[in-house]
């Protein structure tokens, strides 16, 4: 018997060869998008991000940003390269230690070409070094970063990632956070999740946050400016953080009514949805001209216009129902927006029925006949809206009619069991209308195709909403419940 005897550096190489796939022709590009038709260039294809650290710096006199983002993520395939979503001026990327060269294309993509190729399922760290001002920036003719008399907030939907950090940027990819900001003593930065310490050096404060669940790119938050911040415990033992810039004149009364009720309204929807999924809840409000409200990752986007006419319980109950639907439970692709607007537009039919201003069939009674059938709000198909009715108003009404709907077919037990097992069937993970769909007809023990058909894919009025609204179909609109112009007034919330 021969042994063959292998020198230790050709023994290393023997093992390089076994690492790297046999045909060069296997190396190929990322995609530059994830896949989505309704924003197909929205994400990237090639790694899945697990981590990203953002270290940043920022000017509130200039709107300067710097920072480094470091990245943790898989590659899916032989990648020559991948991009990366991003708008900002970029110095130096590293890809595992080494230089890469960077390139961009399209509007906002970060094109980085490794120095060696990347086999599939290997753990590469990403570093991008980056500046710039990002108010100056747009893509498709818009801008997500929104200056503020004293700072700036990055918040939109269903982008905003790449105004302030490289990404893959769709809801597809979740990760967790540590975004830490340094800013001029006096300010503040916000972010979402928990803040783990602040530290105060030559005219410099920096906020050390940290979000330890996988959270979507666009729920994805950052507050910069002078604010008031309150802190408290909900009587359930969820942390609450809500921030008030000091300049909201007249609406910072209003607002603080409403913000302040999250710790009770937190413990509420916990007995329709399960335990809250994340470690801290809250909202801030800055001073915006926007009009919209964002369902910002344990820490709330609120525009002052939500609370133009007083306090409004109503959009805080919206923007917290999504923290299960929407956050937790993220879409699998755009499309699938209904399971995060319809269930939160019901949830303010819930706390309607609760506050005695009407109940959930009351509100689909009257929303159903407010509609005659040749309205357009009737052609808009909840279930696959198209990216121009994504967050039409059908989405939120029509949908909510489709939830009630759905209780009416099979029952209050049924019903609230899904309310709460859909949560934690797909908790911290993505879902879409059909996985809803066959999850409903599971516990239900029913067939839905026919209801689900008639209420999100139709392009016309269905028959009735349920066994009551049926019954007027065709007659005058019913009396309007109390709850209807707060809920009305909250349109513009996402």
Do not use: C
């Not at 260039?41 to 470091?70: C, I, M």
């Not at 938050?221 to 009587?235: H, N, P, Q, R, V």
């Not at 999850?439 to 239900?444: F, M, N």
């Amino acid at each position: 018997m021969h042994r063959r005897i292998i020198a230790p550096g050709a023994l290393a190489a023997a093992s390089l060869m076994l690492a790297i796939p046999a045909s060069a022709a296997s190396w190929s590009p990322g995609a530059p998008g994830i896949g989505d038709p309704y924003y197909p260039a929205y994400g990237n294809g090639g790694y899945d991000v697990s981590h990203y650290d953002l270290r940043l710096k920022y000017q509130p006199s200039t709107d300067e940003l710097e920072g480094t983002a470091t990245i943790l993520a898989t590659t899916t395939q032989d990648l020559s390269s991948f991009d990366l979503d991003f708008l900002l001026d970029v110095s130096e990327v590293r890809v595992n230690g080494t230089k890469a060269s960077v390139t961009t294309s399209g509007q906002h993509e970060l094109v980085v070409t490794p120095k060696t190729p990347l086999a599939k399922g290997t753990p590469v760290t990403v570093v991008v070094r980056y500046s710039g001002v990002p108010s100056t920036k747009s893509a498709y003719g818009f801008n997500t970063w929104h200056r503020t008399p004293d700072g700036a907030v990055a918040a939109d939907e269903p982008e905003a990632a790449w105004w302030w950090y490289p990404s893959n940027d769709h809801p597809l990819d979740k990760a967790t956070y540590d975004v830490s900001v340094a800013v001029p003593d006096g300010t503040q930065a916000i972010s979402n999740g928990t803040l783990q310490s602040t530290s105060s050096q030559r005219g410099w404060t920096r906020y050390n946050w940290r979000e330890n669940k996988p959270q979507a790119t666009y729920l994805t938050t950052l507050a910069l400016g002078k604010f008031d911040i309150t802190t408290s415990t909900s009587e359930g033992g969820v942390p609450v953080v809500n921030a008030y810039s000091k300049d909201l004149g007249d609406n910072d009364g209003a607002a603080r009514a409403s913000v302040e009720r999250t710790g009770e309204l937190v413990d509420w929807l916990s007995g329709y949805f399960g335990p809250y999924p994340f470690s801290s809840a809250g909202g801030y409000v800055p001073n915006t001209t926007t009009g919209y409200a964002l369902e910002t990752q344990t820490r709330v986007y609120y525009s002052p216009k939500q609370f133009a006419n007083g306090s409004n319980s109503s959009v805080v109950v919206h923007e917290l129902a999504h923290q299960w639907y929407g956050d937790s439970v993220s879409l699998k692709g755009w499309k699938d927006i209904w399971i995060n607007e319809g269930f939160a537009r019901y949830a303010q039919w819930l706390w309607s029925e609760h506050e005695s201003e009407g109940t959930t069939q009351e509100l689909a009674d009257y929303v159903y006949a407010s509609h005659p059938a040749d309205d357009a709000f009737w052609t808009v198909e909840p279930g696959d809206p198209g990216p121009d009715n994504q967050f039409d108003i059908a989405v939120y009404d029509r949908g909510a009619l489709a939830i009630q709907a759905l209780r009416n077919e099979i029952g209050d037990d049924a019903f609230f069991a899904i309310l709460k097992g859909w949560p934690r069937e797909h908790a911290y993970g993505n879902a879409s209308v059909a996985d809803f769909r066959a999850y409903a007809e599971r516990v239900s023990g029913k067939s839905l195709s026919a209801l689900f058909d008639a209420w999100l894919f139709q392009p016309t009025k269905p028959a009735g909403p349920a066994a009551k609204a049926a019954s007027i179909a065709g007659s005058a609109v019913p009396v309007q419940p109390k709850s209807w112009k707060k809920i009305a007034a909250t349109n513009n919330v996402h």
